[in-house]
């Protein structure tokens, strides 16, 4: 099989963020069952291509002012990738493809022009939606809480919008990849499209064996990058809680990862922001607890696998780890609120035995459930069932 794979950018460092790590996996995976041609537009600064299989052609972007992105019917990550010669080239592309994968919402605009420009085609490759989140939720989520009446009223008009990219990408569509069960069944109330769950899978760094012990420092670190500004919500929303319960003043706290952190800094001393880490693996072997907090936004959050490869138990919000395959109780630790989590790492940061059977279980899980040929294996599967 060949594949045609339609995105932004090309997904490598030093592009950073969950989306980008997701769609990287994703075409690595792909390429073991065929070759991949993607397609993209010229990023802002080179990136680094591994040797993954994918076959790169990039065109430059044409960018609509912010005004006309604000009056356009899409919401306004897809706005402002819309692009005729993207379109035609991607067309041209699509006759000699065996599938044709549309990466993320920012990209769904395309789904309608392409089905339109296949419709008289003797052979018409599937045109597969693949899917990040359920879009229209996660902006909901973001509207429910934002205080500003100006940015609820720009947020619940952009809910609006993606919401309707999203359902008429998905009824155009021949097949539809949902990041988990509950993006899945969601996307079912609004199209009868064939679907697939298809989780991430975990090509990064493992640790064979590790035990949390009384010389492990008494650190819990949130890790993630923070590149939209939902992450940024839920980033102000946490600190917030748990330095208001003490928490940074019970254990050392960390947090981890990309994006503009100064503002955060000079309001809490007492955490440690540590910006994008180059050795994950030296930065996460000195901490006892890895915390997920994330309760706006739905999809796999994939440093969930970075902490179970590298063997960090996780103390999680019940709502971040929603649709996701972790067992609670087992692989991690789950509570309901920030004020809970907050008790509960106080307490759980010198809880070694519970700390090492947690790692130790959700470990095993993930060297299992998320090979890094699994995902492409079951696309390579759902173009065979489309296609027949």
């Known amino acids: ?14 592009l950073r963020g969950g989306a980008l790590d997701y769609s990287r996996m994703l075409l690595a995976s792909l390429a073991m069952q065929g070759p991949v041609t993607g397609l993209a537009f010229v990023p802002e600064q080179p990136v680094e291509q591994p040797a993954d299989g ?8 044409s960018m609509p002012g912010k005004i006309k992105s604000l009056l356009s019917p899409l919401p306004n990550v897809a706005a402002r990738n819309v692009d005729t010669a993207y379109l035609r080239r991607a067309v041209e592309l699509a006759r000699s493809a065996e599938a044709v994968f549309v990466d993320f919402i920012a990209m769904s605009w395309l789904v309608e022009p392409l089905k339109a420009a296949m419709r008289d085609w003797a052979e018409r490759p599937p045109l597969i939606v693949v899917t990040h989140n359920h879009e229209h939720a996660v902006r909901l989520q973001m509207v429910r809480n934002t205080r500003s009446p100006a940015m609820r009223a720009a947020l619940t008009l952009d809910a609006w919008k993606a919401g309707r990219l999203e359902r008429r990408a998905n009824l155009a569509a021949n097949g539809i990849t949902a990041i988990t069960v509950a993006d899945r ?29 009384a010389d492990t420092p008494r650190a819990a670190i949130i890790l993630g990058n923070r590149d939209s500004h939902h992450k940024v919500m839920v980033l102000e929303r946490t600190l917030a809680a748990l330095d208001a319960a003490g928490l940074p003043r019970a254990l050392h706290l960390q947090v981890a990862g990309g994006g503009d952190l100064d503002g955060f800094a000079a309001r809490y001393p007492d955490i440690a922001f540590l910006g994008f880490v180059d050795d994950i693996v030296a930065c996460l072997g000195k901490v006892r607890l890895g915390l997920l907090t994330d309760d706006i936004g739905g999809g796999f959050k994939i440093r969930a696998m970075t902490y179970a490869a590298l063997r960090v138990p996780m103390l999680a919000l019940r709502e971040a780890m929603h649709g996701m395959e972790f067992e609670e109780g087992v692989h991690y630790i789950a509570v309901d609120t920030l004020d809970e989590l907050a008790a509960r790492a106080a307490v759980l940061i010198d809880d070694l035995d519970t700390l090492n059977a947690v790692q130790e279980a959700a470990f095993a899980f993930a060297e299992a459930r998320f090979a890094p040929s699994e995902p492409g294996r079951r696309l390579a599967d759902f173009v065979a069932r489309l296609s027949a």
């Open 1 to 14: 099989m060949s594949f045609l794979w339609l995105t932004r950018f090309p997904p490598y460092p030093p």
């Open 54 to 61: 994918v076959t790169w052609e990039t065109l430059p972007r």
């Open 185 to 213: 069944d969601a996307f079912a109330r609004d199209a009868a499209t064939p679907s697939i769950t298809l989780p991430p899978a975990y090509g990064g760094p493992a640790a064979a064996t590790r035990t949390i012990g």
